[in-house]
């Protein structure tokens, strides 16, 4: 756990950075890095630590005792939660972690983890989004915070799994001419089709698709990645996740910072 873990108490904590992996496909150390910069935090560092396992975390603190904070991407979002001591309201909602606040307490590291990528989500939202029912592609810690945040503009939506059939959740092989016809608001929450794997996309029935149809990719690298090229081919609405990236680093950023 990490309030086992102990920090050495004489060196100040300034070092920042994300965790997950792969993490070759991140922007976030050169946006932190300016951030930091401008708010007159220019001492601080971010950094990439990828973690081919969340069994090194522990060890990884102790080697790390000048860390104050971390974000978590993929794979970690939800399996990091046994190893922090504390969730704000949202992640523990959410039921997944993308931002951990890293304090030392008598030596010893307290963790807290919030979540803001559903508010990073829901800040995109814009008229623009159908309101009615969504499709969610993935059932990791990015399709929950799109749930959580569809749930507070009351837009109904099913998650689409590529093996799993539940209410609530469909597979790809659901994915009728109906189905798709009737949710016209999609969103891809899997890693398909990010850097560096530029021709992957999740398999949905993309003939079926309209103009009335938005897709919604939360992947920011490459910017158009093969499901939105295929959105667009058939008159979709298309977005992209850089500016839920850079809201949800803000509202990481504040954290960090202590502005919240």
């Keep these: 756990m990490v309030r086992q873990c102990k920090a050495v108490m004489d060196e100040k904590p300034v070092t920042f950075g994300l965790i997950g992996f ?3 496909h991140s922007w976030s150390p050169g946006w932190f890095t300016e951030k930091f910069r401008k708010s007159g935090e220019g001492e601080k ?3 990439l630590f990828p973690l081919k396992s969340l069994n090194e975390f522990p060890d ?3 080697q790390n005792p000048g860390l104050a904070g971390l974000n978590v991407t993929i794979p970690y979002k939800v399996s990091i939660i046994p190893y922090l001591d504390e ?5 523990r ?3 997944a972690v993308n931002t951990i606040q890293l304090r030392r307490i008598n030596g010893v ?3 807290k983890g919030f979540n803001t990528d559903a508010n990073g989500f829901f800040l995109t939202l814009t008229d623009a989004v159908p309101k009615g029912p969504a499709l969610i592609l993935g059932t990791g810690g990015g399709a929950r915070a799109v749930a959580h945040a569809l749930n507070r503009k009351n837009i109904p939506f099913k998650f689409v799994s590529r093996n799993i059939s539940r209410p609530g959740i469909v597979t790809y092989k659901d994915l009728t001419r109906e189905v798709i016809g009737t949710h016209l608001f999609i969103i891809n929450t899997t890693p398909l089709g990010m850097y560096p794997d530029f021709g992957g996309y999740p398999p ?3 003939k079926f698709l309209t103009g009335d149809h938005c897709l919604y990719d939360l992947i920011y690298n490459p910017e158009e990645t093969e499901f939105i090229k295929r959105g667009t081919s058939m008159k979709a609405s298309t977005m992209n996740g850089l500016q839920m990236l850079f809201n949800q680093a803000e509202l990481s950023c504040n954290i960090f910072l202590n502005k919240v």
Aim: aromatic residues 18%; negative net charge; without cysteine.
């Design 22 to 24: 792969p993490l070759e």
């Design 45 to 47: 560092q971010y950094r």
């Design 60 to 62: 990884f603190l102790r």
């Design 87 to 91: 969730l704000d309201d949202t992640a």
């Design 93 to 95: 909602s959410v039921g």
């Design 109 to 111: 590291f307290h963790s």
């Design 204 to 206: 949905i029935p993309y």
